[in-house]
């Protein structure tokens, strides 16, 4: 009827179709074709492979592929490569794959590397069988203190350790062997021009991490063991277009000896490491790196902190008693107070020869 105004209803009402809502999926790729690979260097962003199924000649560069997210990539480390795994110079690979770690040695940083957060926790090398402790025992002479951190965080992160002795034509190494008597901690003696026919044989089968103060010869030890190790920092630095190695550790494979058919292992050398920072290790964790004084805390009031401000610590009397050295608990309270931030993780001390000397087990 004209005039007459319309009225609408639900049916005049146009609904512009939207786009469809289905869940997004994200498939991975398989990498089947991925190669097996051990991570032997780590230089911003870039990491130095070799592949063991070939004998570790060629050094494959590659990158982190963002698949993996956030998970780090450190020496030791077992990964899968895909890409231009040639190792030619300018190629790059991918690592699409990190494998389970049978073992991960961790240490706090300095001090001077503290962040308003706290301290930064580093991992030194992943897959590890054995931690090599290089002590001089003269010039400079051996730093127990130290020595004590590596033993804690070996045990902590169950891997074994080997006290190897360095300038034994300078000193003689009773006093170091008599600190240790109770932990039967495996040693080994070098002198200048020495074979190393017993530490090789330590090594052999092995992933073994070498670390050391400055000027204890573990650098000399280095280039005895692999002599052409110059030559392969200088191939796997290449990576880092230039920078110097020295900051962060490398992977070096170990010659064979003779007609040996026997894996003669690899071993990696941690250059830079001042101290080994136990702030990570918690206060119980510590005694791991103690085994003679676990029996007297057993003794111990409940929640004892084994300080010395603790009067009724039942460790005095354990060390009164000749069940173990006095020196051993100073070191053990020394880390404690260490790990509480209340002392520098560089003070190690060289414990006093006051006592009569008896040798570990030298197997």
Same mark, same amino acid.
């Given at each position: 009827?004209?005039?007459?105004?319309?009225?609408?209803?639900?049916?005049?009402?146009?609904?512009?179709?939207?786009?469809?809502?289905?869940?997004?999926?994200?498939?991975?790729?398989?990498?089947?074709?991925?190669?097996?690979?051990?991570?032997?260097?780590?230089?911003?962003?870039?990491?130095?492979?070799?592949?063991? =199924?070939?004998?570790? +000649?060629?050094?494959?560069? %590659?990158? $982190?592929?963002?698949? *993996?997210?956030?998970? @780090?990539? #450190?020496?030791?480390?077992?990964?899968?490569?895909?890409?231009?795994?040639?190792?030619?110079?300018?190629?790059?690979?991918?690592?699409?794959?990190?494998?389970?770690?049978?073992?991960?040695?961790?240490?706090?940083?300095?001090?001077?590397?503290?962040?308003?957060?706290?301290?930064?926790?580093?991992?030194?090398?992943?897959?590890?069988?054995?931690?090599?402790?290089?002590?001089?025992?003269?010039?400079?002479?051996?730093?127990?203190?130290?020595?004590?951190?590596?033993?804690?965080?070996?045990?902590?992160?169950?891997?074994?350790?080997?006290?190897?002795?360095?300038?034994?034509?300078?000193?003689?190494?009773?006093?170091?062997?008599?600190?240790?008597?109770?932990?039967?901690?495996?040693?080994?003696?070098?002198?200048?021009?020495? =074979?190393?026919?017993? +530490?090789?044989?330590?090594? %052999?089968? $092995?992933?073994?991490? *070498?670390?050391?103060? @400055?000027? #204890?010869?573990?650098?000399?030890?280095?280039?005895?063991?692999?002599?052409?190790?110059?030559?392969?920092?200088?191939?796997?630095?290449?990576?880092?277009?230039?920078?110097?190695?020295?900051?962060?550790?490398?992977?070096?494979?170990?010659?064979?000896?003779?007609?040996?058919?026997?894996?003669?292992?690899?071993?990696?050398?941690?250059?830079?490491?001042?101290?080994?920072?136990?702030?990570?290790?918690?206060?119980?964790?510590?005694?791991?790196?103690?085994?003679?004084?676990?029996?007297?805390?057993?003794?111990?009031?409940?929640?004892?902190?084994?300080?010395?401000?603790?009067?009724?610590?039942?460790?005095?009397?354990?060390?009164?008693?000749?069940?173990?050295?006095?020196?051993?608990?100073?070191?053990?309270?020394?880390?404690?107070?260490?790990?509480?931030?209340?002392?520098?993780?560089?003070?190690?001390?060289?414990?006093?020869?006051?006592?009569?000397?008896?040798?570990?087990?030298?197997?």
């Amino acid at each position: 009827m004209p005039g007459r105004k319309r009225e609408y209803d639900e049916d005049d009402v146009r609904i512009r179709p939207g786009r469809a809502s289905r869940p997004r999926t994200r498939t991975r790729p398989k990498h089947d074709d991925a190669v097996d690979a051990l991570v032997i260097t780590v230089d911003r962003g870039r990491y130095g492979c070799v592949r063991e =199924d070939t004998g570790g +000649l060629d050094v494959i560069t %590659a990158m $982190r592929a963002r698949e *993996l997210g956030r998970k @780090s990539v #450190v020496v030791g480390d077992r990964v899968s490569l895909v890409g231009d795994v040639s190792g030619a110079p300018g190629a790059l690979a991918r690592i699409v794959r990190i494998g389970e770690r049978t073992s991960v040695l961790r240490r706090t940083a300095d001090d001077d590397e503290t962040t308003p957060e706290g301290r930064l926790e580093r991992v030194v090398v992943a897959n590890a069988d054995q931690l090599v402790i290089v002590s001089a025992l003269s010039d400079p002479p051996p730093r127990t203190g130290f020595i004590d951190r590596c033993l804690v965080a070996a045990y902590d992160a169950d891997i074994e350790p080997l006290l190897c002795l360095t300038k034994a034509d300078l000193a003689g190494p009773e006093q170091v062997l008599d600190y240790y008597a109770e932990l039967d901690l495996p040693y080994v003696l070098v002198r200048p021009g020495s =074979d190393l026919d017993e +530490l090789r044989g330590r090594l %052999a089968n $092995r992933i073994s991490v *070498l670390v050391g103060h @400055s000027g #204890v010869g573990k650098s000399t030890l280095v280039n005895r063991l692999v002599p052409d190790a110059l030559r392969a920092v200088g191939a796997v630095s290449a990576i880092g277009k230039g920078r110097h190695t020295s900051t962060s550790a490398v992977a070096l494979r170990l010659p064979p000896v003779g007609k040996s058919r026997e894996d003669p292992g690899w071993i990696v050398d941690t250059p830079g490491i001042r101290s080994f920072g136990l702030a990570h290790v918690s206060a119980e964790s510590l005694l791991h790196g103690f085994p003679d004084l676990v029996e007297g805390t057993l003794e111990d009031q409940p929640n004892c902190g084994h300080t010395a401000a603790d009067a009724d610590c039942r460790l005095d009397g354990w060390v009164a008693e000749g069940k173990a050295d006095p020196r051993r608990l100073a070191s053990y309270r020394r880390l404690l107070s260490s790990r509480a931030g209340e002392l520098d993780a560089r003070n190690d001390e060289q414990p006093p020869s006051d006592r009569p000397a008896h040798h570990p087990k030298q197997d």
